[in-house]
Nanobody, 119 residues
Framework: QVQLVESGGGLVQAGGSLRLSCVAS???????MGWYRQAPGKQRELVAA???????NYANSVKGRFTISRDNAKNTVYLQMNSLKPEDTAVYYC??????????????WGQGTQVAVSS
């Protein structure tokens, strides 16, 4: 059974920084690990993702401010968030995607961690 456990959310002033961590349990390798967020009244959106080869993808709104990294040996993904803005306030969800030999994909989600940025 795969579980994703997030940590690192909290309340910070605008311009501050936070680092989110997500540890995936289970003996499984993930092709993609990333972070999504959902603000009140809005749809969940991709923030950043990294594949097992190290390639990364960011939402335009966070480019230059957020950095995603992963430790494949530890099945852990991090999100370093700098220069935070009030519009970054949301629940942040860790996401992991595994692919079997038939290329079928399996999606896993964490429980979410709240990030609140005050102006």
């Amino acid at each position: 059974q795969v579980q994703l456990v997030e940590s690192g959310g909290g309340l910070v002033q605008a311009g501050g920084s936070l680092r989110l961590s997500c540890v995936a349990s289970g003996s499984i390798s993930f092709n993609i690990m990333g972070w999504y967020r959902q603000a009140p009244g809005k749809q969940r959106e991709l923030v950043a993702a990294a594949n097992s080869g190290g390639s990364t993808n960011y939402a335009n709104s966070v480019k230059g401010r957020f950095t995603i990294s992963r430790d494949n040996a530890k099945n852990t993904v991090y999100l370093q968030m700098n220069s935070l803005k009030p519009e970054d306030t949301a629940v942040y969800y860790c996401n992991a995607v595994a692919r079997d030999y038939t290329f079928r994909e399996y999606y896993y989600w964490g429980q979410g961690t709240q990030v609140a940025v005050s102006s």
